[in-house]
């Protein structure tokens, strides 16, 4: 997809196989609109990616009274720049990764930051490297130098993997770097925040923040932090909600399937959110989800999972980007097979154990995969036949036949070849130049 996002107020991107597609040649059909101009446009491909994004949308909390508040209120992932913030007091909801980035970063300029804080996070020193220009030397001019130490950035993020089983060992690595954070806290934090910025839920259930002077911040005497349960707006501030994050993919857009069936007539057909290999869907020919249903870490890139998934995909429509087949479809048995076999292993994870994140919902995780980076990689480099059917465009009998004859002349060749050496004898064919040493005589 190559188009900018959708405003909220657009109309949403429409995905279109038609099964007879125009003149029968059953291909996506992506109706498009300008968001510029407004005008609406039709594109038609053979094989569809969407890579639209997790987290792209902003997720508006359901708390009472928002609609009433007099002053300037919007939602950091729609960052309204035409307000100026210097000398106005303002106050923040939330405690994720994005409010303790926002409230180091706009300290210095506004009256007051009061941040409202449901739960609080467990927030670890942030990993530091410096590079040298020897180092940015060697990466450019060294030959696999480069490799080598992404390798070991992403073998140490693999590290954290640890962290997420319910076995006596993850319990054991848990406190440990459990008693790591206290310490920081205490050793970054003003005394008077320690206890409201104590978490007590495991580590690691919810996404473990890395502090981003975020700690050091709440020493400036403009930065205040409250711990409410319940919030409730009203025209002039805060009083002080609840509700549980539901990621929805495919958000502004609907896409559909062979038979029009919609994407959430899918999952509601299969009991959740999910997909074949974080992926593929039954009903949805020759399209791939990038970031797609638990395919979320928790502990390591986002890129490196997109990465596998297109490996992946590539590997899965081989033989439509031969000319082999048109389409390729995984069997609706083995995605169900797969979402069921994700979900009951993510109810042996921390994550499932009821610590609220954007990642459960009902006891339903649709985003995160429940075993390491390498398990993905892994599964991304084998494709089993057995789940997939591929309508060929050739004959497999004559592909065959045709392989057949290939061997069969390949076979006399060789056959012709081995005659010949067995009657003029192995030791002219290895001999090493004229007087050389032979290898081995017969
Ligand atoms: C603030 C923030 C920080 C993050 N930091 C990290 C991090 O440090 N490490 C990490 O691994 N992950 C991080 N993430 C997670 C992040 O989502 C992924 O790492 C990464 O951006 C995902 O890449 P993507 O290409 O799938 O999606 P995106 O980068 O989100 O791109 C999606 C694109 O699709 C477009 N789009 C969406 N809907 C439509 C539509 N209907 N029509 C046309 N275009 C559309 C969007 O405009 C966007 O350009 C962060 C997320 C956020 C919000
Ligand atoms: N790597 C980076 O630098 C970076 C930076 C930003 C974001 N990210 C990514 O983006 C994801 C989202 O992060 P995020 O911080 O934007 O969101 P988030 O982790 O979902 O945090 C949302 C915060 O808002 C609170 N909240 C929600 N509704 C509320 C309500 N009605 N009343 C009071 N509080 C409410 C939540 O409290 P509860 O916990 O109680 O629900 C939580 O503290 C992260 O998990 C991460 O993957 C990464």
Known sequence: MASKTSSRSSPPLRYNEIPNGIQGRGRWRLSLQDLKTGDAYFHECKILFTAQGLLVEQNYPKIPGLETFKGHVYHSACWDHSVDLKGKKVAIIG????????????????EVVKQFIRTPHWILPPPVIEYSDFDRWMYKNVPLAYRFHRLLVFASMEWNFRLFGLSRYSQGQRDRVREGAIQYLY?????????????????????????????????????????????????????????????????????LGRNGVSADQHWDGIGGIGAYNTTAMHNFLNFFILLGPNSVTGHTSAIVAIENTVDYALRVLKPV???????VEVKERSEKEYVHWIQAELRQTLWNTGCTSWYTSNGWNSMTYPWSQLHYYYRSRVVKAKDW????????????????????????????????MLEQGFSSVWELGGGGRRLWDI
């Open 321 to 327: 980007l031969r000319g082999y087949a048109s389409r």
């Open 95 to 110: 405690s994720g990764w994005t409010a303790t980035q926002i409230v180091p970063a706009i300290a210095p300029e506004v």
């Open 187 to 255: 050793g970054k934090a003003p005394e008077k925040y320690h206890e409201l910025l104590l978490p007590d839920y495991q580590i690691a259930c919810k996404q473990r923040i890395l502090d981003s002077r975020y700690l050091t911040s709440l020493n400036r005497p403009n930065v205040q932090v409250h711990k409410e349960k319940a919030i409730e707006i009203t025209p002039r501030g805060i009083k002080g909600s609840s509700g549980i994050h539901d990621v929805d993919f495919f958000k502004g857009m609907e896409v």
């Open 389 to 420: 059917d591929v309508t060929c465009t050739t004959n497999p009998l004559s592909l065959m036949k045709l392989h057949a004859l290939i061997l069969f002349l390949v076979g006399i060749c060789v056959g012709a070849i081995w005659k010949d």
